[in-house]
């Protein structure tokens, strides 16, 4: 889809980039071929021409934060695919619900491995930027509003600037609201019984069973159901990444 994309222009919005696409320019390459292109004046076409060679330069390094930069934030989603070998899938609970809540866990799954980190065991820094190393794009539900301002707070030394594919307005885009069990039963995503009625106000009770009373069950199922969070993340993300393409940019041939 990012080789699709038109939006890195300035001055390219949707509307006009669904323009370009319908006038048969598919891709960058099919732009610069072309010396006109439909609904780009002459002196916007050499702007783009110099914005989307300079984008094909990042591809090639594969360079996803120079590319996301050139994206508006919330259409950073389309560097999912290409960099799908880089993803990492992010989630976390906190001793209480609001930002400046202390990180008890968190769980960062990729291809390489599933890591859960544990406040007071082996969550710092360090383990954390361990985790996330060679994160090309990061993929949270409500990271943009709670998961990546909490760990700023918590972890300032901690590198989060990679792109972001936030699934919550990525669902949005698409219809589908609710908070992250729903969309999982709107796409038939099953929990275990143990932990299936789990939610935010329930993972701070169990921290503090674990905290206060030593309750190494309470901290058990704390984990099961952060890592389910997390883990869950990534065939969501694939659901979602083909309906954005299909049904909100309209491009269905490059999901």
Request: hydrophobic share 35%; proline share 2%.
């Amino acid at each position: 889809m990012i080789e699709s994309t038109f939006l890195i222009v300035p001055g390219v919005g949707v509307k006009k980039e669904r323009t370009v696409w319908s006038s048969g320019i598919d891709k960058w390459s099919d732009f610069l071929s072309n010396k006109s292109i439909e609904g780009i004046s002459p002196k916007l076409k050499i702007k783009s021409d110099i914005v989307l060679t300079e984008a094909y330069e990042f591809l090639d390094d594969n360079d996803s934060r120079s590319l996301g930069n050139m994206l508006p934030r919330g259409e950073q989603w389309r560097l999912f695919d290409k960099f799908r070998d880089n993803v990492s899938f992010l989630d976390i609970e906190t001793d209480g619900l609001e930002r400046d809540s202390l990180v008890t866990v968190v769980t960062v799954h990729n291809r390489k491995d599933t890591v859960t980190l544990i406040q007071n065991d082996d969550l710092d820094a360090e383990t954390l930027s361990d985790a996330l190393e060679d994160t090309s794009v990061l993929v949270t539900f409500n990271g943009s509003c709670f998961d990546i301002p909490v760990l700023r707070n918590s972890f300032p030394e901690v590198d989060l600037e990679m792109p972001h594919f936030d699934l919550r307005f990525g669902c949005r885009k698409i219809g589908y609201t609710g908070g992250l069990k729903c969309i999982e039963r709107t796409l038939g995503i099953e929990r275990s019984d143990d932990i299936h009625d789990v939610n935010g106000e329930e993972a701070v009770i169990l921290w503090k069973l674990w905290e206060k009373r030593g309750n190494k069950d309470a901290l058990d199922r704390l984990v099961k159901y952060n890592r389910a969070d997390t883990v869950n993340l990534e065939g969501i993300s694939k659901t979602i990444y083909e309906k954005l393409v299909t049904e909100y940019a309209g491009f269905g041939r490059y999901a």
